[in-house]
């Protein structure tokens, strides 16, 4: 409790309570807002030693589809908040562990979790094996095409896909635009409140919005400096997000060109990975004097385009805006282009296992990325023996962390 309380003393207060409130809901969604916690135990546990670029929090829900530059959906990992050198074993085993938490929640037969869970790891060590046989630029160019996915798998997987598929296109930058925005008296697009998750940002922010904006243009690639010369800041706005992100400072941009069209941009507080903060790993030095020159946007963003396949091309950095106390690093990304998930609960059993392999496999291209993979395929082999031991540890990690599920509750005064 004292970690997840020194992480709220550093958030907006007001919003604190939110996040209590989303974390209290179920033991899965704590688990999803505690990868500090688990980050923590990890660091007092055995390690491999064989460090790989690492996601910090791949449990399930952090994998979904998003669009391409080329407007193709994909399926990949899609945060990076806490992304860091670790230990291989370390995303693994946040992985596994979020399957039999979400298999449990949603009161499935132990068999089909445990089949999911197990699984999972097999599938991961033979995708990484297989990718360890190509070529580094093959494994480079590896990606998981939506619609080719599709063809593939049972009909139960292929209607949850469609669903999902259905869902991320019609989450576009034009619908978030028509939800979120109005154009005012003066004929400038603006947010509409909604308080507490949506609310105009403090006047000292706003006039320093030209300045934050040139700071994120500066990092980004030089082809979306030139399209951001198109348009112009019309508003900013400071907006709840997630789960454990909640109270993290979080804002949306709104931009127009001449001709009223729209452009939404998220800007959200990295603070230090919980890898190295709770988790004591040490990172290569390159790394470390990157993140100290660049702060942790740039960290996020880095290991953003090492991790995925294609990743946003309006990722980039900057360091502010802060009121509050120092000024803090922040990524930048679109937002709501054709983002689209899974839904744990109503997921069919076949779905549910082919959805946990689907995980596995993107995390295994991940890990393949780094100098390492070959060593770590070669260390886990097929996954038989590191399979039983590291499912054993997920039921016994899953049981631990609903324990401190409820000690949360308690703590947090929600019951007695």
């Not at 952090?62 to 908040?81: E, H, Y």
């Not at 951001?228 to 941009?253: E, M, N, P, W």
Request: charged share 25%; proline share 4%; aromatic share 8%.
């Amino acid at each position: 409790m004292g970690i997840l309380d020194r992480q709220d003393s550093v958030r907006v207060p007001e919003l604190v309570p939110i996040r209590t409130q989303r974390m209290a809901e179920s033991a899965f969604a704590f688990y999803r807002g505690t990868a500090a916690l688990m980050a923590a135990d990890l660091a007092r546990s055995p390690s491999s030693g064989l460090a790989v670029g690492s996601c910090g929090d791949a449990h399930v829900s952090n994998f979904g589809l998003f669009a391409s530059p080329q407007r193709t959906l994909v399926f990949d990992l899609n945060d990076f908040d806490e992304a860091a050198w670790a230990p291989w074993e370390w995303d693994v085993k946040r992985l596994v562990t979020s399957i039999v938490i979400a298999g449990q929640s949603t009161s499935r037969d132990e068999k089909v979790v445990a089949d999911a869970a197990l699984g999972a790891v097999r599938t991961y060590a033979r995708s990484l094996a297989n990718g360890a046989k190509r070529s580094p630029l093959k494994r480079y160019y590896d990606h998981f095409d939506a619609d080719a996915a599709a063809a593939a798998i049972d009909p139960a997987s292929a209607d949850a896909l469609h669903k999902a598929v259905k869902d991320a296109e019609k989450r576009t930058a034009t619908r978030a635009v028509r939800k979120l925005t109005v154009v005012d008296d003066d004929g400038r697009l603006v947010f509409i409140e909604i308080p507490p998750t949506m609310t105009h940002v403090d006047p000292r922010i706003e006039l320093r919005l030209h300045e934050f904006m040139l700071e994120y243009q500066q990092s980004a690639n030089i082809d979306i400096r030139v399209l951001l010369q198109k348009y112009h800041v019309t508003d900013i706005a400071r907006r709840v997000v997630g789960v454990g992100s909640v109270g993290t400072r979080c804002f949306l941009v709104s931009l127009a060109d001449g001709d009223g069209n729209a452009l939404l941009l998220q800007a959200k507080e990295a603070g230090q990975s919980v890898l190295i903060e709770y988790g004591r790993v040490e990172q290569p030095e390159g790394v470390t004097r990157y993140i100290e020159k660049q702060g942790d946007g740039a960290r996020v963003v880095a290991m953003q385009r090492v991790l995925q396949a294609v990743s946003d091309p309006f990722l980039g950095h900057l360091t502010g805006p802060s009121v509050d106390g120092p000024e803090r690093s922040f990524y930048v990304r679109q937002f709501h282009d054709k983002k689209g998930g899974f839904d744990m609960d109503t997921l069919e059993d076949t779905a549910f296992r082919w959805y946990a392999d689907a995980c596995a496999t993107t995390l295994a291209r991940a890990h393949g990325q780094s100098p390492n993979a070959s060593v770590v395929a070669g260390y886990i082999g097929g996954g038989r023996v590191a399979g039983e031991a590291i499912l054993e540890w997920s039921y016994a990690y899953a049981e631990l962390s609903r324990a401190d599920w409820q000690l949360f509750r308690r703590h947090r005064g929600i019951e007695s």
